[in-house]
């Protein structure tokens, strides 16, 4: 052959080799799909285990500048992981498409969980090599993935569906890898316009209560209750009314935020909480009554740090009071917990416990169980409330942030219309 002549051949040749793939497109709706609701949605970490150990996931292809060996490729953990850094481009995708979301380590609780299973995959690699000196320069390819998704809330699954998603990239290093990232990604985005599932998530938001604003002023009753007739059990722990936000009851509990909703025992029923806020580092949480039925609310003491030796008692369910002593303060995170000496009776102190000054006014909320010595540790309520983000009047409290900066969830627009 003569001048050009090669041209056609290897133009066929590259044609044959090389990542073959169909390629994607946009998602196409089928229905309209509302703008996704701003209603927080915690992402759970993706689930790899719909693909079995050694199946098969795709194969290295031939091509000029593609090495050896072209061969089948195998599910290993070691190869793609254990799906912690697809919760990362998951949570990115979701956020660019208008999602709020929850993060792993984030002090609110959403009432909506997320889920991703990784159900398929498979690669079509080129191990990639200079054609001057042979040296590696990463790998390329396309990738295709099926992600089955499961949107939950506090009473199972609200919306289930299957995305599909497509990815392609140039030489990269562990490009087998990367691949399935940003097809997990892909996927991502696919579940972001479903509209059944934006449909879902502006259902729950209209069940809603009112949001709260960043940093709410509580609403104290003119005529204050006995702090024992406001201990509550909250899920499986214990909790006390503070006063109102938005015109309904809240209470100030233990608990960590796992779940968005908890049940709050009220004149021999449970009757339903949302859990707004939480701080993390005291194991309290911040929880308000979906309705707005009366509650007693008791006063909250104004003494920010009573010396040693002051009496006090802890407020149980059922009216009984512990009487004690105020054994000492400590710093503890950054702030100033005190230390309450309830004799014999300790163990009845449970977490979320009020400890009541002298004239029964809420000085302190237990947050943990008796230490060595048979201490039990509280946080005076009001460094409590602020750690939750609600503004209090009243004297300041003297012992210092709690852990910086009050954790709040943002506001929540209404749903859309």
Known sequence: MRGGGWGPAVALLLAACGPALPPGGDPVLLESAPEPAAVPVRLAPISLTGIRRG?????????????PPYDRILWTQSRFGDGTSLLRVVNDALTESGMTLAGPDSPVAAPLTLTGRVSGLFLELCRRKSWLTG????????????VAWTLAGPHGPLHQTVTRGRAEVGA??????????NAVADAAGMLAADAGFRRALARTAAALPPP????PRLETPDRTADAADAVVPVGNGRGVVVGRLNGRPVLVAAGTGAQAEVAVGIGGSRVP?????????????????????????PALSTRPRPPVSTPLSAAGTGGGRVPGLLAEWRGQDGGLRLMADLGGHRRDAVPGTPLLDGSGAVLAVVTGPPDGVGLVPAV???????????????????????????KTLDPVPPPPT
Do not use: I, W
């Open 55 to 67: 199946a098969l996931v795709g194969r290295a292809v031939f091509g000029l500048d593609c090495a």
């Open 135 to 146: 040296s590696p320069l990463g790998e390329s390819g396309v990738a295709e993935v099926t």
């Open 172 to 181: 990269t290093p562990e490009g087998d890898a990367v691949l399935l990232e």
């Open 212 to 215: 709260l604003d960043r940093a």
């Open 273 to 297: 909480g949302v859990v707004e806020r939480t701080a993390p580092a005291l194991g309290l949480m911040l929880v308000r009554l979906a309705d707005d039925r009366p509650l007693p609310a």
């Open 380 to 406: 005076p309520v009001r460094r409590a409330l602020a750690a939750l983000g609600v503004r209090l009047d009243g004297p300041p409290d003297d012992g210092g942030s709690e852990t910086g900066p009050p």
